[in-house]
């Protein structure tokens, strides 16, 4: 079962516009919710994070929105460019658990046109 | 700063063969864990290692290994190699301590083929 869902599967945006990718989670033991961005033939480099007690986290022109009730989060991309194309993961971690296990998004293959 | 290094970076393998990957972690980090990604897939927990202590594997056969040394360097060992374990393998390192206990940075990958 997948613990978390991510969609959509991809994405074309024009250089310019926002980027919008969105998770969805069951259990209610996560605590933790980061954002991967990986380049072809790369490992996954996080990007930013949110814990639940906020509702937004914003970084430069990323930013998360995050929904407890609807156990939702999205990452919103501002001024997407050529350079952000890449696939992003959404993960989530029970940072009460000691196993540290992250469970990752099927992801979401982002290709920005110029 | 070094970050997670992972060796080798390519490797390919027949089948019915062994295969060790490497990883060192960020330094000052004692947690490691492992992945495996499948092309077009997100990364599926295989292991995570504290202390030189398994804390856990995911649903992998027993044909997956691993362990942590008192560097906290780590190994994971598959033995009986098939076509389906071909794969990225990602090491992730933790520091385990303090507000950012829980950033999970990754290595660049090994990717195994085995043919």
């Known amino acids: 079962q997948q613990q978390v869902k991510q969609s959509p599967q991809s994405l074309i945006v024009q250089k310019g516009g926002i980027s919008i990718i969105n998770c969805a989670y069951e259990?209610?033991?996560?605590?933790?919710f980061p954002w991967y961005q990986q380049f072809p033939g790369k490992g996954p480099a996080l990007l930013i994070a949110?814990?639940?007690?906020?509702s937004e986290k914003k970084e430069g022109r990323f930013t998360i929105s995050f929904n407890k009730s609807a156990k939702q989060f999205s990452l919103h991309i501002m001024d997407s460019q050529p350079g952000d194309s890449a696939t992003y993961f959404c993960?989530?971690?029970?940072?009460?658990?000691?196993?540290?296990?992250?469970?990752f998004g099927r992801g979401t293959q982002l290709t920005v046109w110029p | 700063d070094a970050g997670v290094t992972q060796s080798p970076t390519h490797l390919i393998k027949t089948r019915g063969q062994q295969v060790t990957l490497r990883c060192s972690p960020i330094?000052?980090?004692?947690?490691v864990s492992w992945y495996q990604q499948v092309l077009g897939q997100g990364p599926q927990f295989i292991f995570q290692?504290?202390?030189?202590?398994?804390?856990g594997r995911g649903n992998f056969p027993d044909r997956f290994s691993a362990r942590q040394f008192p560097n906290y360097s780590s190994e994971l060992n598959v033995n009986a190699l098939l076509l389906g374990d071909s794969a990225l393998y990602l090491c992730?390192?933790?520091?385990?301590?303090?507000?950012?206990?829980?950033?999970?940075?990754f290595g660049q990958g090994t990717r195994l083929t085995v043919v």
């Open positions: 992730a390192s933790r520091t385990e301590q303090g507000r950012h206990r829980a950033e999970a940075f």
């Open positions: 259990n209610t033991a996560f605590d933790y």
């Open positions: 949110i814990r639940p007690d906020v």
């Open positions: 993960a989530a971690l029970d940072r009460g658990s000691t196993l540290g296990r992250l469970y």
């Open positions: 330094s000052g980090h004692k947690s």
């Open positions: 290692y504290y202390e030189k202590e398994e804390r």
